[in-house]
């Protein structure tokens, strides 16, 4: 950003406002965003043609000027919205659900702003991560937002491993058309038993929210799947043991010994352990390889 010119003095500068906006029913919008969309001299849209249906909705008509702000031309917007911030312009960022910059649009535009020394503020709304973990039973006294999970299964699986000996009650986003898939390495990964719920289509007349295990929803998903979903994995459970790999591969020779094959074997001590089978079936490699 050294390449933008110098701030002009703060009384003659704009605020970037972050909008959150209803994640389904339009009159979950707040009093202050339809204000808002009334009277910004400017807003950034992730889609246009929703901005004005929720205008139209919620009864305002917008009398600013209105600009695409989507993924893929948010980089290339960055610098002509923070040249309206110091022209003086107030920037109103909306997207198509919740709040900007939260998986959506709006991180990079903060970023630069806030390296410009321009305001930042925000209007609070609806956000998917919260209202779904407060639907899912699981314990939110402490969470995590994993955001998507990678589309490339060897990434996705690899990540999820890597969460396997988290505590606090995870969240992430999902597609429809990979949810199964997701939900498969999930149970792989963190046990079948581990518990669970999918958020679809949260405060739309739709909305469906299914508990189970990682198995049970497994079984769910095998069905046909649609709209938008958020997924709450609960953490580790406290009290699972902190094994080293020795331990680990010693329990698998154990379950063996009493005629279980071994990949019944790994799956019960990664699930009884809190712990993703990878790690088991290379504690097991490890084992053979040492004698």
């Not at 009159?27 to 202050?32: F, I, K, M, Y």
């Not at 600009?67 to 919205?81: H, T, W, Y």
């Not at 609070?124 to 919260?130: D, K, N, R």
Request: proline share 7%; net charge neutral; hydrophobic share 45%.
């Amino acid at each position: 950003m050294t390449d933008l010119p110098p701030a002009p003095p703060p009384h003659q500068v704009g605020r970037l406002v972050l909008a959150g906006a209803p994640l389904g029913r339009p009159s979950d919008a707040s009093t202050g965003l339809a204000r808002a969309l009334a009277g910004a001299p400017l807003i950034a849209a992730e889609d246009t043609r929703r901005l004005h249906r929720l205008a139209a909705d919620l009864g305002v008509s917008v009398s600013g000027r209105v600009l695409s702000f989507f993924e893929g031309n948010e980089q290339a917007r960055v610098p002509q919205l923070i040249a309206a911030l110091r022209d003086g312009q107030d920037v109103l960022v909306v997207t198509d659900a919740g709040m900007p910059s939260v998986s959506d649009p709006g991180y990079r535009l903060v970023a630069a702003a806030i390296a410009a020394g321009l305001r930042v503020t925000a209007l609070p709304g609806p956000s998917a991560v919260t209202t779904a973990i407060a639907v899912s039973g699981l314990p939110v006294d402490r969470f995590c937002f994993e955001g998507f999970l990678p589309r490339k299964p060897g990434s996705r699986r690899r990540l999820l491993a890597d969460l396997a000996g988290e505590r606090r009650t995870m969240v992430f986003f999902e597609s429809p058309h990979r949810i199964g898939q997701s939900l498969a390495d999930l149970a792989a990964a963190l046990g079948g038993d581990r518990p669970a719920a999918v958020c679809r289509e949260l405060t739309k007349t739709s909305e469906q929210v299914i508990r189970g295990s990682l198995a049970e929803l497994c079984e769910w998903a095998a069905g046909e799947v649609r709209g938008e979903i958020t997924l709450v994995v609960a953490g580790r459970p406290a009290g699972t043991e902190e094994l080293d790999p020795a331990e680990l591969a010693d329990r698998v020779s154990a379950r063996e010994r009493a005629g279980e094959s071994r990949k019944e074997a790994i799956a019960e001590v990664a699930a009884a352990a809190g712990v993703a089978k990878r790690l088991v079936f290379d504690a097991v490699v490890s084992a053979k390889r040492n004698g």
